[in-house]
């Protein structure tokens, strides 16, 4: 396995179009777009910072999610951190014979037609961290 980059850095918000006011239009970075994540049950804006992506994280009204969850039990801000890797299955495989436990069995359906897999968070120190592969 091999990290590519840091993919993006996420931040969980409570309403992203208050939080674009503050990263859009007072601090500038480029706008990408919006998505609603539906197997996520988010909302996610994406905003560039050279490199690197800045996505906010919204979650929808509807349904439980895992950033409503971390809103609620640690309030607004810093959610996770992703790497993008060439082949989340062999990242996934590399990981595991590491000794670290994902969230979810299998990769998942992410923004921009991607797959992705959440390490979880009692293998990282309390670091939220995600694996992304760029489907083109």
């Given at each position: 396995?091999?990290?590519v980059?840091?993919?993006?850095?996420a931040?969980?918000v409570k309403?992203?179009t208050?939080?674009?006011?503050?990263?859009?239009?007072k601090?500038?970075l480029?706008?990408?777009g919006?998505?609603?994540?539906q197997?996520?049950?988010v909302e996610?804006?994406?905003?560039?910072?050279?490199e690197?992506?800045?996505?906010?994280?919204?979650?929808?009204?509807?349904?439980?999610?895992?950033v409503?969850?971390?809103?609620?039990?640690n309030?607004?801000?810093l959610?996770?951190l992703?790497?993008?890797?060439d082949?989340?299955?062999?990242a996934?495989?590399?990981?595991?014979?590491?000794?670290?436990?994902f969230?979810?069995?299998?990769?998942?359906?992410?923004?921009?037609n991607s797959?992705?897999?959440?390490?979880?968070t009692?293998?990282?120190?309390?670091?939220?961290m995600e694996?992304?592969?760029?489907?083109?």
């Amino acid at each position: 396995m091999k990290i590519v980059k840091v993919d993006h850095i996420a931040i969980a918000v409570k309403d992203i179009t208050e939080a674009l006011a503050l990263y859009k239009d007072k601090l500038e970075l480029e706008f990408e777009g919006r998505e609603i994540i539906q197997g996520r049950n988010v909302e996610a804006a994406f905003l560039k910072c050279g490199e690197l992506e800045i996505e906010l994280v919204q979650p929808l009204m509807t349904g439980e999610s895992a950033v409503g969850g971390f809103i609620k039990e640690n309030g607004e801000g810093l959610y996770h951190l992703a790497f993008q890797v060439d082949d989340i299955e062999d990242a996934i495989k590399s990981l595991k014979e590491k000794q670290l436990q994902f969230k979810e069995p299998c990769p998942g359906k992410g923004a921009k037609n991607s797959r992705i897999a959440f390490l979880d968070t009692d293998c990282t120190k309390g670091v939220t961290m995600e694996f992304v592969e760029k489907i083109e």
